[in-house]
């Protein structure tokens, strides 16, 4: 049994303003929204990264994020949605449970702007691109 926050909001020990859920999927809202009606989606098993997560899952997650996502552009009246997933602490995750972030988000509104960057070169590109083929290739 878990000890993290999202275990013990899944097992009541906590509370929460939960907006959807089924057998193996819980939707509430966070207590800290980057806008108002941001939602995070959770596995009720815990599990710490998307890589974590069982590939049967995948269906039911998918299928959550998209009636929960639909749901809060018509009650925040939002004109898009991010969906976002961090795994490990470098890259934001501070709770260590598997999380999709449902946030709300509107023109010129200002949040999550994300700077893109350049490769060096054509080259560079290549490389990294080869690099990853063959870390999926095993």
Known sequence: MQDCIFCRIVRGELPSEQVYQTDAVLAFLDIAPIAPGHVLVIPKQH???LWDVPDHLAPQLNQVLQIVGQAVLK???ASGLNVVMNNYASAGQVVPHAHWHLIPRRENDGL????QEK???NQSMRE???GIRRAVAG
């Open 47 to 49: 599990y710490a990264t």
């Open 75 to 77: 009650a925040t009246h």
């Open 112 to 115: 999550l702007q994300v700077v």
């Open 119 to 121: 490769y060096e070169s």
């Open 128 to 130: 990294m691109a080869e």
